[in-house]
């Protein structure tokens, strides 16, 4: 952590510096250095609460209540607009701590939160004192700098999470469906210190491949976000699938996008996770998860540190972030131009792109979704299903097919984005691809999905590429899928595109 001498040394610096606007905007927008001796004293006086009150925090019990009032005072005071929202559980009330900083475009709110209960058996500092300690301390600090977001923040504390999620699932099922679609993006950190620390990032595009598969479309941003600032310390990350342990699950099963950070619990270290982390492999990551002795002394301060600067960094990066501009959008719900076959030069014979609502197949789990991501029309590749799953996919070659002319602003960063999916069976290769193009003046391939060997089910993905490089020209974006080597099973689909400009 910077010093406070060398904090107020830059500040004078600056104040004694002219700045450009633009060089004003950047200082007043960089993400804050979070005080770890701050984060650390609201876990001494969660810990003071629990010695006090049977020597725990849990839902029903005086220490719950105690850590709601300290955290819902600290809010108050910092000039939040705050509720105290209670819920009822195994006959004992609840509470989840809801606060909101004023401002900010009250349509598109970033929520961050975090379990503020313990189990019976202990105090919770770690799990999960960690988490909700570096979020207060996080909301303390948008106060204390007077943050204008352009995004609306809020902040909450969650009840009865270790009995399963109960308090922020009461908040989520009473929430309109208006009021839930407000609701952006979510940000998750539970256990944030342990003490034989990982440093996992709740995966939010399946990156890893494995485990219980993406976040609804808009978690990988979130995931990136972390991830560049795990990157900019030096610090290696891993994804952590969205198991549905944590407060993320009442979101995600409502569609929205969610994200966050978690230091490992009762876990084993592996010996590769030493290797990349340090720490000390065979033994868990937290020994004392959901234990007496998990105290202020189960805490690793470097990984509380680390994650607690993380949570500032997306807070800061996404709630800041000056919306895109759509340049070019479809949905896909009316027809706009698109051409198939656009060169005359496509081989394929069956599964031709095409607009339509499409028809589920499966062999071996999903291979054509039956479901869009909006509305009930995509660009699928042959949209009926058939007699079975080879009837009407992709055969004897490429199929491509081509939007309508997109002109495109001379200056700023543009980036098309999409929802995509490739499926295919183990019969694929590497030869079977799904591809996204630009055509302008110049032709490039700006994403690709190969297959493989191994079998792969559908699933809808998002994701965005960089087309700066054809700014000022009238381009055609391109999809293209193709099963290049023998009749293996090869599906594809697209929603949801859209061209902007930062």
């Known amino acids: 952590m910077k010093s406070r001498i060398l904090v107020v040394a830059a500040a004078l610096a600056l104040a004694a510096a002219p700045l450009t606007p633009a060089a004003s905007a950047a200082a007043r927008l960089a993400p804050p250095n979070i005080s770890l001796a701050n984060v650390k004293a609201h876990l001494g006086q969660l810990q003071s609460i629990a010695s006090a009150n049977g020597g725990n925090r849990a839902h029903g019990r005086p220490g719950y209540l105690a850590s ?30 809801i606060a909101d900083w004023p401002g900010g475009n009250p349509d598109d709110i970033l929520m961050v939160g975090a379990h503020l209960d313990s189990v019976t058996a202990g105090p919770g500092i770690n799990d999960n004192g960690s988490g909700s300690a570096s979020i207060l301390e996080t909301a303390l600090e948008v106060s204390r700098q007077a943050l ?7 902040f909450a504390w969650w009840g009865a999470e270790e009995l399963g999620l109960r308090g922020s699932q ?86 929205i996008p969610a994200g966050g950070t978690f230091t490992g619990a009762e876990g084993v270290k592996s010996s590769a996770q030493a290797q990349l982390w340090g720490g000390t492999a065979g033994q868990a ?15 690793n301060d470097t990984a509380l540190d680390r994650n607690a600067d993380a949570v500032a960094h997306a807070v800061w990066t996404i709630a800041t972030a000056v919306p895109p501009v759509t340049v070019w959008s479809d949905d896909f719900e009316t027809a706009t131009g698109w051409t198939a076959n656009p060169g005359g030069t496509d081989t394929a014979t069956t599964g031709l792109w095409e607009r339509g609502d499409p028809e589920a197949t499966s062999s071996s789990g999903t291979k054509q979704v039956g479901t869009t991501v909006s509305g009930v029309n995509d660009l699928v590749t042959g949209r009926l299903a058939g007699a079975s799953a080879g009837d009407h996919d992709v055969d004897g070659g490429l199929t491509s097919i081509q939007s309508p002319p997109i002109t495109l602003p001379a200056s700023g960063v543009l980036r098309v984005s999409f929802s995509w999916y490739l499926a295919h069976g ?23 999905q190969l297959g493989a060997a191994s079998d792969r089910d559908g699933g809808w993905v998002a994701s965005t590429a960089d087309i700066s490089a054809f700014a000022g020209q009238t381009v055609r974006i391109v999809f293209e899928a193709a099963d290049a080597l023998g009749a293996s099973l090869v599906e594809a689909g697209v929603d949801d595109v859209k061209v902007t400009r930062q």
Do not use: W
């Open 68 to 97: 709601a009032n300290y955290v819902k005072a600290q809010l108050d005071a910092a000039g939040f607009q705050t509720v105290l929202q209670s819920f009822t559980y195994n006959g004992a009330t609840g509470y989840n701590v």
């Open 148 to 154: 204008q977001p352009t995004k609306h923040l809020r």
């Open 426 to 448: 183990s019969n694929a290769s590497n030869a079977d691809f799904f591809r996204v193009k630009v055509v302008g003046a110049t032709t490039g391939t700006v994403f690709q």
């Open 285 to 299: 990551f937290d020994p004392c998860y959901h234990r007496s002795c998990d105290t202020t002394a189960n805490i």
């Open 170 to 255: 009461f908040y989520v099922n009473n929430l309109s469906t208006a009021d839930r679609a407000k609701i952006k993006a979510y940000l998750n950190f539970d256990m944030v210190g342990s003490p034989n620390a990982g440093y996992f990032i709740y995966d939010g595009d399946n990156s890893d491949g494995v485990g219980s598969g993406p976040g609804p479309t808009g978690s990988a941003e979130l995931e990136r976000t972390l991830q560049d600032y795990f990157t900019s310390i030096g610090v290696p990350t891993r994804g952590t699938d969205f198991d549905g342990r944590s407060d993320y699950g009442p979101f995600i099963s409502r569609g």
